[in-house]
């Protein structure tokens, strides 16, 4: 059984002051859910005043991305040790506007997914085709590249700890989703994949989430796919109410 796992990604948006009051509502609201996991990733500077917010409830951090060295001259990046330091225990890797902004590469992705899994940090590795690979027929073999990229010379051990997020780049962001149908083709495609990669078990084990305009009214049918394990949200995630409606979909 896998469990349900909801991620917030909170991007570049909240202040101090705007961090705490969405952790607090976020906290109260899901204070009686045990049956999904609940993951928030607020930006750095606001990681350890939510971390005092949520660390006796059943919320958990999550860091936005981390740099794959230990420490030393690298100007404006977090190491795992820093993450760790404050709480962390999720952090997501690859999203593509990483990938798209910031030239996050499958090779860096890999480093970076290498580096969380042997500091004790949980990766949620992002994959998924933009609009144009879609249109050219190019998704299942643009997601194969990405997965095995980001996982080459991880072990099972390691990929078990860690979640895969698809998120077709077309639809972060957009207000556009990707069908329930297009999305669980997807997952079902990934689960086969690591049957291939790995094993029958990391296949049955490994969460698959999906993201990609997810909010209160598509998840439903989203979350009701067999290989959907859960979400990452975006934009849904920055109203305590919208977060919920997702964690508890109707
Ligand atoms: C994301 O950034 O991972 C995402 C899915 O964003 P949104 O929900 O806003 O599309």
Known sequence: MRKRIIAGNWKMN?????????ASEIVELVKNVDDVEIVICPPYTNLYVVYEII????????????????????????SADM??????????????EQRTYFCETDETVNKKVKQALKKGLKPIVCVGETLEQRENGETKEVV????????????????LKSVIAYEPVWAIGTG???TPEQ?????????????????EEVAQSVRIQYGGSMKPNNAKALLEQPDIDGGLI?????????????????
């Open 14 to 22: 909240t202040t101090l002051d705007e961090a705490k009051k969405l």
């Open 55 to 78: 660390k006796d409830s059943n919320v958990k951090l999550g860091a936005q991305d981390l740099h794959w060295e230990d420490k030393g001259a690298f100007t404006g990046k977090i």
């Open 183 to 199: 999305a669980q083709e997807v997952h079902a495609f990934i689960r086969e994949l690591l049957k291939e990669l790995y094993d």
């Open 83 to 96: 993450l760790l330091s404050v709480g962390v225990k999720y952090v997501i890797i690859g999203h593509s």
């Open 176 to 178: 556009k989703t990707a």
């Open 234 to 250: 975006g934009g849904a995630s920055l109203k305590a109410k919208d977060f919920y409606g997702i964690i508890r979909p109707e």
């Open 144 to 159: 194969k590249k990405q997965v095995v990229g980001a996982f080459e010379g991880v072990s099972k051990e390691d990929i």
